[in-house]
């Protein structure tokens, strides 16, 4: 089994489609290990609606694109499209952000994602759920990548937010 992380986030209808999104990961694979929900300025939309976004750890045995292809598929079923601008709104966003070790372009997935470098949202939860992990490229880890952020140029903030994995049937 191998550690993997994912950034989650929304836009529209957060809170369903962050909790929607929990469920189906916690019901796939089971075990997760979930960051605080930060809501975050948008970065590089038209659209000022802020989002919700967040970090989740959880073990694999599943290879980086069959990982890919099951976010995009629940991407799918929240209703998001394929060929939407890039930067607009959007119901649920599930990117694959590292897969144990993983360096380079592995089932046509580039790991790690490059936006844990360059995105509050990613790095502030990454850095409080893992961090003792060292970043699987640059080598240092998500702590002390976040101690050297320039955290100005996004605001984020910690909000209120519980979600419980459903009871096993």
């Known amino acids: ?27 796939t694979f089971g075990d ?4 605080r929900v930060y809501e ?7 659209d000022g609606r802020n989002f919700y976004n967040l970090v989740a750890v959880f073990d694999s045995d599943w290879s980086a694109g069959e990982l890919q292809a099951w976010c995009k598929r629940i991407e799918q079923e929240h209703g998001r499209r394929k060929g939407t601008p890039k930067f607009s709104p959007r119901t649920l966003d599930i990117d694959l952000l590292t897969v144990g070790d993983l360096v380079g372009e592995h089932d046509g997935v580039m790991l790690p994602r490059d936006e844990i470098l360059h995105h509050a949202f ?3 939860p990454l850095s409080e759920l893992l961090p003792n992990t060292p970043h699987p490229e640059d080598g240092r880890t ?10 100005d140029r996004q605001r984020l903030w910690p909000i209120e937010f519980d979600w419980k994995p459903s009871p096993p049937r």
């Open 1 to 27: 089994m191998t550690q993997v992380c994912v950034s989650i986030g929304s836009n529209i209808e957060r809170e369903h489609h962050v909790r929607s999104c929990l469920d189906a990961l916690d019901a």
């Open 32 to 35: 997760l290990r979930v960051s």
């Open 40 to 46: 975050s300025e948008p970065v590089g939309f038209e």
């Open 122 to 124: 990613v790095l502030l």
């Open 142 to 151: 998500y702590a002390e990548l976040w101690s050297t952020f320039a955290s």
